[in-house]
């Protein structure tokens, strides 16, 4: 699975990992993540991410 990083902030989202602090389990793809999804650490938009 490919990996997306925060364009502003340079966080990296890696499905294997999930995001536990917003209760996205580990092994979810970048395209079932939910539509108001936003980056952990500055609230960035899942448009502000790019494929890595």
């Known amino acids: 699975m490919d990996s ?6 340079a ?3 890696n499905p294997e990992n999930g995001d536990v602090a917003s209760d996205i389990a580990p092994g979810t793809a970048w ?7 936003v980056c952990p650490v ?6 502000d991410f790019f494929k890595k």
């Open 4 to 9: 997306y990083i925060c364009d502003i902030c």
């Open 42 to 47: 500055c609230g960035a938009q899942k448009s």
């Open 11 to 13: 966080y990296e989202y």
């Open 31 to 37: 395209e079932d993540l939910p539509d108001d999804w």
